[in-house]
């Protein structure tokens, strides 16, 4: 077996056959009770009618469900580990920013990083912190002005 290093696969977008069978997949698969269960076995059978019994870690189960649940509803999937460096290209992608944005956010220090060469690499967990740390101050906001249009009877 080939041993490779993992960078961003690429997204795998549904077709409407797969949206379909993810639709009934997750629907099925999410209905399960599994709340004190540490693996799940799975008995897969193939179209020429071979047999194997998996045995899979509940944490990858789960994300089975979530990934079959966003192919459903048509999305785009990727895996991407939390370890993995992001060029920036891939991490302006990530956070739907342009490339020299995400420099300037680099430059600023708002999102760490290291430098390979001339190249500029990012943790993917240091963005999913910087996402989530930007989308709860935009979330603070929305409810303060919410609540002041309340005050202020605005009709909202």
Do not use: W
Not at 59 to 67: C, G, M, V
């Amino acid at each position: 077996m080939v041993q490779r290093s993992f960078r961003t696969s690429e997204p795998i977008v549904p077709n409407k056959n797969e949206v379909e069978l993810a639709r009934i997949s997750s629907r099925i698969l999410s209905t399960l009770t599994l709340k004190k269960d540490k693996s799940v076995d799975i008995l897969l059978e193939t179209s020429n009618h071979h047999r194997n019994l998996v045995k899979l870690p509940l944490s990858a189960f789960k994300l089975l469900i979530s990934i079959l649940t966003q192919m459903a509803e048509g999305n785009a999937v990727t895996l991407i580990p939390v370890h993995v460096e992001l060029t920036t290209q891939e991490s302006a992608d990530l956070l739907n920013v342009s490339r020299p944005y995400l420099i300037s956010l680099l430059e600023k220090k708002k999102i760490p990083y290291r430098k390979v060469g001339t190249r500029r690499r990012i943790l993917f967990q240091d963005l999913i912190d910087y996402k989530t740390k930007i989308d709860n101050a935009r979330r603070k906001t929305l409810d303060e002005l919410a609540e002041e249009a309340q005050d202020l009877d605005m009709g909202y």
